[in-house]
């Protein structure tokens, strides 16, 4: 973990962003679509932009009269709603109003329910992630003084988490993170000048202008994901505890988007604290998953906590291990002199984790790891910039880089598989990754993205999104050797670390279940595009 170049000065600006414009290729080449498994996390979003677009309304009634059912909606007053925090409808609308407008301009009707999809993800979704990563690899460069760092952790954070396969969808989790971490970012982001050790007290009197700015994000973060209330009640002790005379700068940020929400609440329901799922449509949902306690936020229950943190089917952990260096690096942050930042970082972790134990609905249907503690991902990531200094000071610490690269190497594949190839994985897979998605690929199956748009099939089709992951990791891996043989041994320690625990994860579970089998066999009727006609049936496990 030692670095071969202490600061990025006279770093040429091709080769300081080329991590990032990989990370950048990847997100712009994969967009699986599946028309007919509707997703609601999705598309009730997408119906109420299209709601707002259209018709010029916060009710989505036309739009399921035109478009079909959709679920996860609100009804109050006769009308249907979507249930979803509004940030991201929001967000999408002067992307859809443009869209729309050109379309009618060329001669053609309004854009198709695939077309207005795709146009939100890649013009109002993935700038914001591509943005975000952006900065924060400027803020962990400024922090660390580190191209490996910068390089290592961009591409971990933003390959190798939720961020990823939630940062391609029109959804809050990723963006709601985003902006959460926006805000610590803003509230701890260095001057010039100061590095390492330094840089927490050098950002300990942040200006007006940034304690706002980070209250605004901090307050957009909820408009996005409304669990994300409790991070920012996070942020604001961190600025009460280290900056108590200029809070009100950050109350000052986040209010006016507190009052929208509030708004928004009373114009739909009536009371500016009255939130969706107590208005659900959906009467299954509202009896099972939200009719116990605080709209079914009652105590947390150690085995979903054991779960969502830890299982291969869904685990935080599982899909994202060099988490847990980030875990490790913020507790040992936590116990120094300097320790607020890094205790900011554990207590967003752990109010999120702890909230989503505490959910009747906590496994939260189809999908890829813990989407409901998306927000949890960058502030473990930023546990390790806050360590960086130090660890790469000690006797070992070529022998963290090399763990902490094997571990981004798992981490960018289970994610990167996810989200390119099926970012909906069905609840009864122990293994999902390597009971579905892997023998899916075998089998020729592969969604729409870059590879399909350049006239490739079946396995293929994955070719381009897969370069840029490879050549993500790799750059940044061998970020700051300067002879040969230091990429070869960068590459394969962290290679054999990585090789090891993949073949391990894929032994892992017991064989195909009935109910997997039959998941299969849906998941397969619902693909979009259909695969090669030459495709072979899917076997259902990888072992």
Known sequence: MVDDTPAPVGERAARRHLVWALVSLAYLAASPYFPRLNNPNENVRV????????????????????????????????????????????LGVPVLWL?????????????????????????SVVPGALAFLFAFARWVERRTRSPAARDLLVCGLGLGTMLYPYGILFVGHAQGAMAAFGAFMALTWPPAGAAGEDAGAAAATPSPVRLAAAGALAGASVLFEYQLVLVALVLGAYVAWRHRAATVWFVVGAMPFALALGAYHTALFGRPWQFPYGHLENQTYARVDHARGFFGLAWPRLDALAASLFSVSYGLFAFSPFLLLGLAAAVWRGLGRQRAEALACLA?????????????????GWCV????????????????????????????????????????????????????????????????????????WRAGYAPSG???????????????VALAW????????????????????????????????????????????????????????????????????????AR
């Open 348 to 364: 967003a972790t752990a109010t999120l984790s702890l909230f989503l134990a505490g959910m009747t609905h906590w496994r939260a």
């Open 99 to 123: 869209e729309t407008r050109l379309w009618h301009l060329t001669g053609w009707p309004s854009p198709s329910k695939a077309a207005t999809t795709f146009g939100l993800r890649l013009f």
């Open 47 to 90: 119906w109420m932009t299209r709601a707002i677009v259209e018709h010029h309304t916060l009710a989505i009634d036309r739009v399921v009269a035109d478009w079909g059912y959709v679920d996860d909606k609100a009804i109050s007053h006769g009308h249907l709603y979507s249930s979803k925090a509004p940030g991201t409808s929001l």
């Open 450 to 464: 870059l590879g399909h748009a350049l006239g490739l099939a079946g396995r293929l089709a994955l070719l381009p």
């Open 369 to 440: 790891g813990p989407r409901y503690i998306a927000g949890v991902a960058p502030f473990l990531a930023g546990g390790l910039v806050l360590a960086w200094g130090a660890w790469s000071r000690e006797r070992h610490g070529h022998h963290v880089r090399a763990l902490l690269g094997g571990l981004i190497i798992v981490s960018v594949f289970l994610n990167g598989v996810s989200a390119a190839l099926y970012p909906h994985y069905p609840e009864v897979y122990d293994n999902p990754v390597f009971d579905l998605a892997l023998p899916l």
């Open 470 to 541: 490879a050549a993500a990791v790799a750059v940044a891996l061998t970020t700051g050797a300067r002879r040969p043989w230091q990429v070869v041994a960068r590459l394969a320690a962290a290679s054999l670390i990585g090789a090891a625990l993949l073949s391990a994860l894929a032994c892992y579970g017991r064989r195909p279940s009935a109910a997997e089998d039959h998941a299969t066999t849906v998941v397969r009727a619902l693909w979009d595009p259909p695969p090669p006609t030459s495709a072979a049936p899917v076997s259902g496990s």
